[in-house]
Every structure is written in structure tokens, then in C-alpha cells.
């Protein structure tokens, strides 16, 4: 932004353009100049001014007038306008007011009171507009965070379209984690992270080959070692985008056991993300709800009991504690 304020001066009297110009050349203003209404809105709308002096009396379109016509344009609808007027009298300043002017000088001008007035007026003006620009760069902030989620929602159908994975399971699997991020009361931002990773947390299987990643019989040692890759290509892939590292923990993480039994990196207890091992439940608990090619749905009762008995083995026990508590309750009713 332009250090110097914009003044535009709309007055039809030569003297009071000179003794304005006189007063305010020796400050740090840019000062243009416009001798009637018409000419002035023009002016108005070409240099977007900090601050208008209009004057009132004036042949053709009085001040009110120009004052309403500025009004009307989009970017001028906010601009401080100060209506010079030798009519000290209610009415003027009521009909000046509904015209949409901000304060009122009154001619002759009061040197100090005319400075004081144009400084406050700028500094108001100025906030506005750095005001506006914030807004404005909030909003377009957030289209691109809507605009990033909606990528990832598109990512995550496309990995479980390729995985055949059963109907919805990222999505509900998702939405559960999220709501267990929040029982256990990690913070709003996190669980921005958390859905982020959830949603995505087998992008690495898209580096698998389809003759193993959707091979209807037991994999070999060989083609298991080629599928505990995912994770590690999930994180390679991950890494480099800025907004989506944070998120990586559940894509890199997801299949680590509490016992050291999991991998990529067969790491135990805590060393595993907290993410990861809120997810790695969730993930388990909606599989085995879910009919598979190869076994039907457990029920809830029986998958109760595999997760307990996982507890301190896959599953961190504590988590496992929280998952009880914070989802038993949903199972009965369920049921
Ligand atoms: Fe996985």
C-alpha cells in the first residue's frame, strides 16, 4: 500500500481549492483536485482516494448528490467523505448525513481542526481497508482448505475404488476416528490432521501391484514384503506436501503394533503416533463389522472380545480403554 493518503478535493470555488491545497501541501498527502460533481465522481472512481473533501454548494449536481452517487459505487460505498459546507445550520448536516457523508467542515476552515479531521479520517480508512484485505485473504484461505479437502475426499474414493475395499469403509472409518480423537479431547486441529490422514491412510497402496494388492489367495513372503511397503510409500508421497504433513502419521503408521509386532518400523508402545493408534482400533473394529469376501461380519459381542484380547498386543490397552467407554455404548444400542 501507497504510504501517502489520497485526498480528493470536489470544490467549485477556485480560492477554497487553493487554500485547501495552501494547508495540506505541506503534509504527507497526494492531493487531486476536481471543480464540479460530475468531474469529481469520475476522479473518485479513477484514483480510489483515502479521503473525500466535497463541498456542498456547487452548479449542476450539488454535494449531496455527489455524495449519494459515490455511495452507490461498490468501491467507494466505504470511503471517508467530508462535506465542506458554509450552511452550519441541522438540516444541511441531517440531509448530509442521509446522503451518506462522515463528518462535516465548515468554511472558513479551522487549520487545525481541518488536519486533525483529515488524520483521523485516513487512519480510519486505512484500518478499514487493511481490515477488508484480511478478510479477504481469510476467505480465500479457506476456499483453499475447502478446495484441499475436497481433493482428498477424491483421493480417498479413488484408493478404496482400486483396493475393493467394502462399501464406505475409509468414510466411516473416518468419521469414527474423528469421533473418538474428540472423546479422548485432542484439539480441533488435530483432528483436522487426523481426518486428513484417515482419509488417506492407504494412499501407499496405489504403489502395490494389482496381482497383489487384489489377490484372492494368501500372499507369499515375498508379496507380503511388497505390501508392507504402502506405508512407506504413503509417506514418501506425503512428506513433500506441505499441508498434508502433519496429517502423515496415520497413512505411515496405521499398521504398527503396541507389542513391536507391526511395521513398517516395528515400533512399540508410544513410539507409535497417538493418531496412528486411535486409528490402527478403528480401522480393525470397522473391518470386522463389515462382510468379507472371505468371512462374514463378527458381531459385536465377538469383536468386543477381540479387541479386548488384543489389548497390550496390537492395540494400545489404554486406548482400548477409551475406545470401550466412548463406544460400548453405540454397540448396544446397535445391536
Ligand atoms: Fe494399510
Not at 189 to 205: F, N, P, S, Y
Not at 230 to 247: G, V
Not at 258 to 271: I, Q
Not at 312 to 329: L, M, N, Q, W, Y
Request: net charge negative.
Amino acid at each position: 500500500m501507497d504510504n501517502q493518503s489520497k485526498i480528493l478535493v470536489i470544490d467549485d470555488e477556485p480560492i477554497a481549492r487553493i487554500t485547501i491545497e495552501a494547508l495540506l501541501s505541506p503534509e504527507n498527502y497526494k492531493l487531486y483536485f476536481a471543480e464540479n460533481g460530475v468531474e469529481g465522481v469520475a476522479l473518485a472512481i479513477e484514483i480510489m482516494p483515502d479521503i473525500i473533501l466535497l463541498d456542498v454548494m456547487m452548479p449542476g449536481i450539488n454535494g449531496f448528490e455527489v455524495c449519494r452517487q459515490i455511495r452507490l459505487i461498490p468501491n467507494l460505498a466505504e470511503v471517508p467523505i467530508i462535506l465542506i459546507t458554509s450552511l452550519d445550520d441541522r438540516e444541511s448536516r441531517m440531509t448530509g448525513l442521509k446522503a451518506g457523508a462522515d463528518d462535516f467542515i465548515t468554511k472558513p476552515f479551522d487549520i487545525f481542526e481541518l488536519l486533525v479531521r483529515i488524520q483521523n479520517m485516513t487512519r480510519l480508512n486505512r484500518y478499514r481497508l487493511l481490515m477488508e484485505k484480511r478478510q479477504e485473504a481469510e476467505r480465500l484461505n479457506n476456499d483453499l482448505i475447502i478446495a484441499y479437502d475436497k481433493t482428498i475426499e477424491g483421493w480417498s474414493r479413488a484408493i478404496d475404488l482400486r483396493d475393493k475395499k467394502t462399501e464406505g469403509h475409509t468414510q466411516r472409518a473416518t468419521e469414527m476416528t474423528i469421533k473418538f480423537a474428540c472423546a479422548v479431547g485432542l484439539d480441533k486441529e488435530t483432528q483436522v490432521h487426523i481426518k486428513r490422514g484417515a482419509l488417506l491412510h492407504d494412499v501407499g497402496k496405489l504403489g502395490i501391484p494389482d496381482s497383489i494388492l487384489l489377490k484372492a489367495d494368501t500372499l507369499n513372503a515375498e508379496e507380503w514384503e511388497i505390501m508392507h511397503q504402502h506405508p512407506i510409500y504413503a509417506y514418501n508421497w506425503l512428506y513433500p506436501i506441505e499441508y498434508l504433513r502433519p496429517a502423515i502419521d496415520i497413512p505411515f503408521c496405521h499398521h504398527e503394533k503396541w507389542d513391536g509386532s507391526g511395521y513398517p518400523r516395528g515400533l512399540k508402545g508410544n513410539e507409535i503416533p497417538l493418531a496412528a493408534r486411535l486409528f490402527a482400533i478403528v480401522d480393525v473394529w470397522d473391518a470386522l463389522i463389515s462382510d468379507r469376501p472371505y468371512r462374514k461380519a463378527m458381531l459385536p459381542n465377538q469383536i468386543w472380545h477381540y479387541i479386548l484380547e488384543q489389548s497390550g498386543r496390537h492395540f494400545d490397552p489404554e486406548i482400548v480403554e477409551h475406545f470401550t467407554s466412548t463406544f460400548a455404548k453405540v454397540s448396544e444400542t446397535s445391536k
